[in-house]
């Protein structure tokens, strides 16, 4: 039986449970304040109460979210999307600021999905100090202190210049030369579009092109012209801008894909993870 402090216009009794969640989670943002963001976030009841009939909805996006880290459990993945819920949660149906026209998953979905992909594709300790400490050591400071614009300014193997690039998850302008081998990242120079903020992805997607990352890693295949324009549909996106990202994200997803099994390889070595060291004869 559910059970609120909250009142509610609807009849639980008579409405199916995916139904009612829906219809409950918009009465109960319907009660917040158009004001600020500040003062709808003091409603923590009606938050507390949005996370419990959803919580299955968490779940569905913290299953389907891929990591790169193999240590990170559902669990992990499921603590990281209510926490950053609970960061953006009061902006939803805000009307000054934000689109109200677009349901709870469409909105947060791909937010919260890029939050955990943010938080949790981290890189062991132990790697992140070993590599970056080669690279403190050419540039004479605290390995700690190392960051992405060094990147360009050492000279390490082409293994570890990999890694050194995936710690900080950047894709330099500036090549580096490895074995004789230039590697940069190209991007059409007809391509370059902003976009306001009522639009779903822009405080959690630094480019469009992620955007698309997020959909074909969902959909689990490229994406066809008819489904960019679904997305153009949905999202108030310009179609041929998304056509002019779709090659971009591909090619910026194969790299991350190919990056990845070179991390949890390099991971594995470092820390014996994966071996059969616990065999025994």
Known sequence: MYHSNIPTQLDYKSMKKNDWIKARTQELYDMLPQTTLAEREQYTDIRDEIITIN???????????????????????????????????????????????????????????????????????????????????QLGKHWGQVTKEDIPKVHLSHQDMMTLEAIFSTQNDTPYVDDGISRTKTTPADY??????????????DELEDLIIHEMIEQECKLSDSYLLKMSEMYGISYQDLVKARPIGEEKLKHQLEESMYIKEAFEAETGFGDNSDETD
């Open 55 to 137: 919580m299955s909805f968490f779940g569905y996006v913290a299953k389907n979210q891929y990591v790169t880290d193999p240590l990170v459990t559902y669990e992990d993945k499921l603590q990281s999307a209510l926490v950053n819920f609970c960061d953006m949660w009061a902006k939803y149906k805000f009307a000054p600021e934000y689109r109200t026209d677009l349901s709870f998953s469409v909105f947060f979905k791909p937010r919260l999905s890029e939050c955990i992909r943010r938080e949790l594709n981290t890189i062991k300790y132990s790697l992140r100090r070993s590599v970056c400490m080669k690279a403190a050591a």
């Open 192 to 205: 370059s579009v902003s976009y306001g903020i009522d639009t779903i992805y822009t405080e959690q997607y």
